[in-house]
């Protein structure tokens, strides 16, 4: 058993796609014409963080109430936990790009940290190794 995707509510696809690849360093696995439960088109758009089993599904908000919940989809809290085996590198890269740290960079028991907001708002742990 493995955790396949999880969903991340964005305003626009293609400025989400530019963020998790250009910024992130995500790669596109699949951005495909679809339809939502109620026969709407929509785009199927699967970005996975380079080497891991689960991947991201960039989900366009549509409606008042999905819109509402774009960059608060974890209430304020650090909700998606990003890691990579060169924390230094990663974190200059994303800084460099205009990425907003919320915390310095801080060594704890499980590795390196460091709080983000993605483009949106939404917090995300940037892990290393310990």
């Given at each position: 058993?493995g955790?396949?995707l999880?969903?991340?509510?964005?305003?626009?696809?293609?400025?989400?796609?530019?963020?998790?690849v250009?910024?992130?360093?995500?790669?596109?696995e699949?951005?495909?014409p679809?339809?939502?439960?109620?026969?709407?088109?929509k785009?199927?758009?699967?970005v996975?963080?380079?080497g891991?089993?689960?991947?991201?599904?960039l989900?366009?908000?549509?409606?008042?109430e999905?819109?509402a919940?774009?960059?608060?989809?974890?209430?304020?809290?650090?909700?998606l936990?990003?890691r990579?085996?060169?924390?230094?590198?990663?974190?200059t890269?994303m800084?460099?790009?205009?990425?907003?740290?919320?915390t310095?960079?801080?060594?704890?028991?499980?590795?390196q940290?460091?709080?983000?907001?993605d483009?949106?708002?939404?917090?995300?742990?940037?892990?290393g190794?310990?």
């Open positions: 058993m955790l396949e999880v969903s991340v509510i964005v305003k626009e696809y293609d400025e989400a796609i530019a963020f998790f250009d910024v992130l360093g995500c790669v596109l699949e951005d495909s679809s339809f939502d439960g109620e026969g709407q088109p785009r199927w758009v699967v996975r963080p380079i891991s089993g689960s991947g991201i599904l989900a366009q908000a549509r409606g008042e999905q819109t919940l774009i960059g608060r989809q974890f209430a304020g809290r650090v909700g936990f990003l990579v085996d060169d924390f230094n590198t990663s974190y890269r800084t460099s790009a205009g990425v907003e740290f919320l310095a960079p801080r060594t704890e028991s499980y590795g940290v460091a709080v983000f907001k483009l949106y708002g939404n917090k995300w742990d940037l892990l190794p310990a």
